[in-house]
């Protein structure tokens, strides 16, 4: 299985091509994926790159942190497993009615 690393600080410039060219240098990249907004598809300003093996991403991450792409220096390192916010969307309700009894 590969490893997952966090790419942030990306310019609204780089594209999920240029990002793969790039890490590919070092080593195999399994997937590359820049994240967008829901609503407007404009990157968020950070994605993930996978890679192929555990040696090339702790290289990727090396090499890459602190270099220069697009007008921005990247912020690389491990990604960490998403984090469950919680609830099943909506407004945070837990059940239960309100207003007055009724007999």
Not at 9 to 17: G, K, V
Not at 18 to 37: H, P
């Amino acid at each position: 299985m590969g490893k997952n690393i966090f790419i942030g600080n990306l310019s609204n410039t780089i594209t999920e091509d240029l990002l793969r060219e790039r890490f590919e240098q070092i080593g195999a990249c399994t997937s590359v994926q820049i994240i967008k907004d829901k609503m407007t598809g404009q990157p968020k300003g950070f994605g993930f790159v996978e890679m192929e093996n555990e040696s090339d991403a702790q290289e990727a991450i090396a090499k890459m942190n602190g270099v220069e792409l697009g007008g921005k220096k990247l912020t690389v390192n491990e990604a960490r497993p998403r984090q469950d916010r919680g609830g099943s969307g909506g407004f945070g309700r837990s059940g239960g009615g309100g207003g007055r009894r009724r007999f």
